[in-house]
């Protein structure tokens, strides 16, 4: 698998995220994210991961990123995160693709690369565009019920909403529930305190037609 070369700099934010090598499915079923979400909570450690050996009783001990906010798509991922010591990100993401990767191929019987070469990373440097990236992830879903939601001006708002509030594999739900395992908000500005914070926003955005990609 290959590595990064970029440096991520302690308590600066980033957003990563990759794809599928050309543009593949990487999640074909519900086992497939679930694996994936367990992988994520799992992974954020310096202990040497051996899966076979884990049981409800492990303890990570002390996680090596801050995670902000996560979205799971059938070819794609986003993760929201804080560095939070030397290199904490390439190790955590090194160990999160390299065992979803073992776990697919063997699980479907290929091999090759899974993913579209190394992870991307944008870094997060103003405030504005740390808010936005929140909201960007969480809306992702809305794609798969209508791919071109964004460019509509009339659009179904409040069924967009009800998709991705209800959305099984991001973060949102977590913020929701304030049921806290793989993000830890704690770390990260106080943008949505409540999960009306979180309803109000992202009707704002599916209201507006304002959010663009990245």
């Given at each position: 698998?290959?590595?990064?070369?970029?440096?991520?700099?302690?308590?600066?934010?980033?957003?990563?995220?990759?794809?599928?090598?050309?543009?593949?499915?990487?999640?074909?079923?519900?086992?497939?994210?679930?694996?994936?979400?367990?992988?994520?909570?799992?992974?954020?450690?310096?202990?040497?991961?051996?899966?076979?050996e884990i049981d409800e009783l492990f303890d990570r001990g002390e996680a090596?990123?801050?995670?902000?906010?996560?979205?799971?798509?059938?070819?794609?991922?986003?993760?929201?995160?804080?560095?939070?010591?030397?290199?904490?990100?390439?190790?955590?993401?090194?160990?999160?693709?390299?065992?979803?990767?073992?776990?697919?191929?063997?699980?479907?019987?290929?091999?090759?690369?899974?993913?579209?070469?190394?992870?991307?990373?944008?870094?997060?440097?103003?405030?504005?565009?740390?808010?936005?990236?929140?909201?960007?992830?969480?809306?992702?879903?809305?794609?798969?019920?209508?791919?071109?939601?964004?460019?509509k001006k009339k659009k179904n708002v409040n069924k967009l909403f009800n998709?991705?509030?209800?959305?099984?594999?991001?973060?949102?739900?977590?913020?929701?529930?304030?049921?806290?395992?793989?993000?830890?908000?704690?770390?990260?500005?106080?943008?949505?305190?409540?999960?009306?914070?979180?309803?109000?926003?992202?009707?704002?955005?599916?209201?507006?037609?304002?959010?663009?990609?990245?």
């Amino acid at each position: 698998m290959a590595l990064r070369k970029q440096d991520f700099e302690i308590d600066e934010y980033y957003h990563l995220y990759n794809r599928g090598t050309e543009k593949r499915i990487i999640f074909l079923d519900e086992q497939d994210y679930k694996h994936f979400l367990f992988l994520m909570y799992i992974c954020n450690t310096q202990k040497s991961i051996v899966l076979r050996e884990i049981d409800e009783l492990f303890d990570r001990g002390e996680a090596i990123i801050e995670i902000g906010a996560y979205c799971l798509m059938p070819n794609h991922f986003h993760i929201l995160v804080r560095e939070k010591i030397e290199n904490g990100i390439s190790t955590y993401m090194r160990k999160l693709l390299t065992a979803y990767s073992m776990y697919f191929n063997k699980k479907y019987k290929r091999s090759g690369k899974l993913y579209e070469g190394v992870f991307k990373s944008i870094h997060i440097d103003k405030d504005n565009y740390l808010k936005y990236i929140y909201s960007y992830i969480h809306l992702n879903p809305a794609k798969l019920i209508d791919k071109n939601w964004k460019e509509k001006k009339k659009k179904n708002v409040n069924k967009l909403f009800n998709y991705v509030f209800s959305y099984l594999y991001s973060s949102l739900r977590e913020y929701k529930d304030k049921k806290y395992k793989i993000i830890n908000p704690s770390k990260f500005p106080n943008y949505f305190e409540n999960p009306s914070d979180h309803k109000n926003k992202l009707l704002e955005w599916l209201s507006f037609n304002n959010l663009e990609n990245t």
